[in-house]
């Protein structure tokens, strides 16, 4: 049985740091490209960050470049998601994605709220 979930989320203050985690289980996580979205209110889901099956790559979002960190752990079947200076515009669903060949998938969501 596949399992993803999320969890981290929370409200913070611009400037503020959080941490996101992303546990899986049921599938062969050092297979799988990782990848963490996010959905705010009203707006299509965007792309934040991917890394690869062995973590030496990353990528961007333009938009958190600089300020987000994607790692992973293949030991512990988890992906991270560090965010550093966070702004209002960062509000949003933060899903975690795991992609091989034909298997996508998605966890169920953790709120990020940036707000003072």
């Known amino acids: 049985q596949v399992q993803v979930v999320e969890s981290g989320g929370g409200l913070v203050q611009p400037g503020g740091s959080l941490r996101l985690s992303c546990a899986t289980s049921?599938?062969?996580?050092?297979?799988?490209?990782m990848r963490w979205y996010r959905q705010a209110p009203g707006k299509e889901r965007e792309l934040v960050a991917t890394?690869?099956?062995?973590?030496?790559?990353?990528n961007y979002a333009d938009s958190v470049k600089g300020r987000f960190t994607i790692s992973r752990d293949n030991a512990k079947n988890t992906v991270y998601l560090q965010m550093n200076s966070l702004k209002p515009d960062d509000t949003a669903v933060y899903y975690c994605?795991?992609?091989?060949?034909?298997?996508?998938?998605w966890g169920q969501g953790t709120q990020v709220t940036v707000s003072s």
């Open positions: 994605n795991a992609l091989w060949w034909k298997y996508d998938y």
């Open positions: 049921g599938f062969t996580f050092s297979s799988y490209v």
């Open positions: 890394i690869s099956t062995n973590g030496r790559t990353t």
